[in-house]
């Protein structure tokens, strides 16, 4: 199905169509590696198309001690035999994936007794996390999309009304978008990121919110057009207050993407300032310390590289940041290891904010 959509991972063959049913002992994206290799020391057969690649790629590899013979009759029965466990596992996936996309198409049960819908709530969430394992294969994560796997995820699951299929689906959706441009422009076009970043500001439930997180992650990091819908959305200001939270999952990761946004891109510094970014991660740097803190000290500090309007905004006396740096490298040097990272972005922002030349100067 997906011959070109996964960065040229599947081998130019056309695989047969699938005619059998769901096999839930099909492999999964690895090559397989039960039983034992045949008495002539061959490994055993890979189970799908990726699998059979990387035997390639390691045969390959591998320089021969003499010059290369005619093939033996032995040897050719077992890469017949390994082809075919390639092709065979792919098809399987395949219909796993097809398996799983009819449980989660099915309407939910009218007039359902609480046993019967806890019944059916536990097969879809089964589904999803299926279809989770087998979307790490990049080829199966195209085909689910193929499949219109993602139109039934951002159409209907996202907005579900159990969190247990809000945070599977929202997972799903990074498995598949993670690295993939094709699949994270049809997802942003399907509007998923607006319901993501709705799920990420306002969801009760926290593992909701990490996993909308991740989503969001996938779409936007090296991803021009998803970056441009997040400055749109005010994604940014969702960020921030995900920072300002009580789940220290989420204030992690929340913070770690600033600041990878930031690296990658410092066009959008001037924006941030004007939103009072400077300002609010200060404050968060004086809330009770945290291994929190190194990120969005990594944050502050990627704010002002190379932008004096961020020192300018971190000299404000009003905010007290050379007095707070000063006194947590003090902390900090009294600590193990662990804290070595912080110790240093504390150094770099004294260093660059408050060791540097005058405004005036810098702006010259």
Same mark, same amino acid.
């Given at each position: 199905?997906?011959?070109? /959509?996964?960065?040229?991972?599947?081998?130019?063959?056309?695989?047969?169509?699938?005619?059998?049913? !769901?096999?839930?002992?099909?492999?999964?994206?690895?090559?397989?590696?039960?039983?034992?290799?045949?008495?002539?020391?061959?490994?055993?057969? +890979?189970?799908?198309?990726?699998?059979?690649?990387?035997?390639?790629?390691?045969?390959?590899?591998?320089?021969?001690? $003499?010059?290369?013979? +005619?093939?033996?009759?032995? @040897? @050719?029965?077992?890469?017949?035999?390994?082809?075919?466990?390639? &092709?065979?596992?792919? /098809? #399987?996936?395949?219909?796993?994936?097809?398996?799983?996309?009819?449980?989660?198409?099915?309407?939910?049960?009218?007039?359902?007794?609480?046993?019967?819908?806890?019944?059916?709530?536990?097969?879809?969430?089964?589904?999803?996390?299926?279809?989770?394992?087998?979307?790490?294969?990049?080829?199966?994560?195209?085909? &689910? !999309?193929?499949?219109?796997?993602?139109?039934?995820?951002?159409?209907?699951?996202? #907005?579900?009304?159990?969190?247990?299929?809000?945070?599977?689906?929202?997972?799903?959706?990074?498995?598949?978008?993670?690295?993939?441009?094709?699949?994270?422009?049809?997802?942003?076009?399907?509007?998923?990121? /607006?319901?993501?970043?709705?799920?990420?500001?306002?969801?009760?439930?926290?593992?909701?919110?990490?996993?909308?997180?991740?989503?969001?992650?996938?779409?936007?990091?090296?991803?021009?057009?998803?970056?441009?819908? &997040?400055?749109?959305?005010?994604?940014?200001?969702?960020?921030?207050?995900?920072?300002?939270?009580?789940?220290?999952?989420?204030?992690?990761? $929340?913070?770690?993407?600033?600041?990878?946004?930031?690296?990658?891109?410092?066009?959008?510094?001037?924006?941030?300032?004007?939103?009072?970014?400077?300002?609010?991660?200060?404050?968060?740097?004086?809330?009770?310390?945290?291994?929190?803190?190194?990120?969005?000290?990594?944050?502050?500090?990627?704010?002002?590289?190379? &932008?004096?309007?961020?020192?300018?905004?971190?000299?404000?006396?009003?905010?007290?940041?050379?007095?707070?740096?000063?006194?947590?490298?003090?902390?900090?040097?009294?600590?193990? #290891?662990?804290?070595? #990272?912080?110790?240093?972005? !504390?150094?770099?922002?004294?260093?660059? !904010?408050?060791?540097? +030349?005058?405004?005036?100067?810098?702006?010259?």
């Amino acid at each position: 199905m997906a011959d070109q /959509r996964s960065g040229g991972n599947r081998l130019p063959l056309a695989l047969p169509s699938a005619s059998q049913g !769901c096999s839930t002992g099909a492999g999964g994206s690895s090559a397989g590696t039960s039983g034992s290799p045949p008495a002539s020391g061959n490994p055993p057969p +890979p189970r799908n198309l990726q699998g059979l690649l990387q035997m390639a790629i390691t045969a390959g590899s591998q320089e021969p001690d $003499s010059p290369p013979e +005619p093939m033996s009759e032995e @040897r @050719r029965q077992w890469l017949q035999e390994a082809m075919s466990a390639a &092709f065979r596992g792919q /098809r #399987e996936e395949v219909e796993q994936m097809k398996s799983c996309l009819r449980v989660l198409s099915q309407p939910t049960p009218p007039a359902a007794g609480e046993a019967d819908l806890a019944a059916d709530q536990q097969e879809r969430e089964g589904a999803l996390e299926l279809l989770a394992d087998l979307c790490e294969n990049m080829d199966n994560a195209a085909d &689910f !999309c193929q499949l219109s796997g993602m139109h039934l995820l951002v159409g209907r699951y996202l #907005e579900a009304g159990t969190a247990g299929l809000r945070w599977r689906a929202a997972q799903l959706i990074g498995t598949c978008s993670q690295n993939v441009a094709a699949i994270q422009e049809q997802v942003l076009g399907l509007g998923a990121l /607006r319901k993501l970043l709705r799920l990420l500001d306002r969801d009760a439930c926290d593992t909701v919110r990490v996993k909308a997180l991740f989503a969001i992650s996938c779409l936007v990091r090296e991803q021009e057009a998803g970056l441009l819908q &997040f400055l749109r959305l005010d994604g940014f200001s969702v960020l921030m207050r995900a920072m300002q939270q009580q789940v220290q999952k989420l204030k992690v990761k $929340s913070a770690f993407l600033l600041q990878n946004l930031l690296v990658g891109h410092p066009e959008h510094k001037g924006t941030l300032c004007s939103m009072g970014m400077v300002q609010q991660l200060v404050a968060l740097i004086r809330t009770e310390h945290s291994p929190f803190h190194e990120h969005v000290l990594g944050a502050l500090c990627s704010l002002v590289t190379d &932008f004096p309007q961020g020192v300018r905004e971190c000299r404000e006396p009003q905010l007290g940041l050379e007095e707070l740096l000063r006194h947590r490298c003090q902390l900090l040097q009294q600590q193990h #290891e662990e804290y070595q #990272e912080e110790l240093e972005f !504390c150094e770099k922002l004294l260093q660059t !904010c408050f060791s540097t +030349p005058t405004d005036d100067s810098m702006d010259r």
